[in-house]
């Protein structure tokens, strides 16, 4: 049987390039005992609880890296904390609804603000429907080529088709469409499948009230037999009061805070735009953080190989945390779980925002107890964190130095593994 802790590489070339050899210079020998694999006999059992204690490592690694990685989401020291970050909200998105906010600004970039919306109609765009005619029928539009104008605010378009003998409604119509296309006037025609199979002649313009449009026949009917003069939807401009002030655009999108926030309007009514700190991402990072120690607490509960001296410590820390923030929310319940009240939270973000911030990630706050606590174990050898760690083979000599603690890649779940 052969095992190794060193990712494929043999014993004598690990050892020349780990800290032991660091420490002890190029003439380090291995201890005596450590000449090769573990025995397969007697020791066969030996080697699974040290399969299992590697995998114990891991999965304590593992979760100790998912608790640091939530406490850095509110710890103050870390410039993309949810802390600095804000968030924009709309009272009554069928109003106005956030269409863009720019999280990434930086810090104090964005002012905290408030804009009072009063929407009396939104922008919208002409639309026209033709006909519904059978698409393997006869060309409603005459043979030959049909001459026809399409007037868009104060530009007229001279646009023409042309239909052959035997073309049915389905080419004459897309002929149509490819036309009006073609002339780049901001009417957009296409040709759509209608009720009991029929297709019709659409026409759809661009919002406002500006950008109305017309069509009519100059020689033949091309407008005629296909009905594109229809209008279904007239075309309207946005009509509006922002903090006591009126607008009036051609379309709906609102664009403020030099372009890190775009609100677009929805509906007639009124809504409040608030730009401000991100509570609610304060709080979704809060519930993680708790999910996190959570499972952390459970890992320790469970589990053999790892010294009853990190489960005590950890739950006496838990408790403590529970104890400082109960104000916000956070407590404790059976078997040292901890629960949070968003609610509770939420109220405390509104009367107490500093009083939160230092609570949560300050400098003496629990982001910071915690990263500590993580620092702490992930830059230990292994068998410190083991009840009873292997007291011989190559194992031994390498959970015992300082290669095998994995502060620098804490995230990698297979840190220590056998093949």
């Known amino acids: 049987m052969s095992d190794s802790f060193f990712y494929g590489v043999d014993p004598p070339t690990w050892y020349a390039s780990s800290l032991l050899n660091a420490a002890f210079g190029t003439n380090f020998s291995l201890p005596a005992g450590i000449n090769g694999p573990v025995a397969t006999d007697a020791s066969a059992q030996v080697y699974t609880d040290v399969n299992d204690q590697l995998s114990a490592l891991n999965g304590f690694y593992q979760q100790a890296y998912n608790v640091s990685t939530q406490a850095d989401q509110l710890a103050t020291g870390n410039p993309d904390s949810v802390f600095y970050q804000q968030a924009a909200t709309s009272s009554n998105p069928n109003a106005a609804a956030i269409g863009y906010f720019d999280t990434n600004n930086s810090a104090g970039e964005v002012p905290n603000s408030t804009f009072n919306f009063d929407v009396t109609q939104i922008a919208q765009a002409q639309t026209n429907m033709g006909t519904a005619l059978d698409p393997n029928a006869t060309a409603a539009i005459s043979t030959g080529t049909n001459q026809f104008n399409l007037t868009v605010g104060t530009n007229t378009y001279n646009l023409a088709v042309t239909v052959n003998p035997g073309d049915n409604n389905q080419t004459a119509l897309d002929a149509m469409a490819q036309a009006i296309n073609a002339a780049n006037s901001g009417v957009q025609a296409s040709v759509v499948s209608g009720a009991n199979g029929t297709i019709q002649l659409q026409l759809q313009g661009e919002t406002g009230s500006g950008n109305a449009f017309s069509v009519s026949d100059v020689s033949g009917n091309a407008v005629a037999g296909s009905g594109a003069a229809n209008t279904t939807q ?186």
Request: no cysteine.
């Open 234 to 419: 007239t075309a309207t401009s946005a009509s509006y009061t922002m903090n006591g002030a009126s607008y009036t655009q051609d379309n709906n999108a609102v664009f403020l805070l030099n372009g890190h926030l775009q609100v677009n309007l929805t509906g007639p009514g009124q809504s409040t735009i608030t730009v401000g700190p991100d509570s609610q991402g304060v709080v979704n990072a809060t519930n993680s953080l708790v999910d996190a120690m959570n499972g952390l607490t459970s890992y320790l509960a469970s589990n053999q190989y790892l010294k009853s001296d990190l489960a005590s410590q950890w739950t006496e820390m838990v408790a403590d945390a529970a104890n400082s923030l109960s104000q916000y929310g956070v407590s404790l319940g059976a078997n040292s779980q901890l629960s949070l009240d968003t609610t509770a939270l939420t109220n405390a973000l509104q009367s107490d925002a500093a009083g939160v911030q230092e609570a949560l990630g300050g400098i003496n706050g629990l982001a910071t107890t915690l990263a500590s606590f993580v620092s702490g174990i992930t830059s230990s050898p292994g068998a410190s964190l083991l009840a009873s760690p292997p007291s011989s083979g190559y194992e031994a000599a390498y959970l015992r130095s300082f290669s095998s603690a994995p502060a620098f890649r804490i995230g990698d779940s297979t840190f220590f593994r056998s093949v």
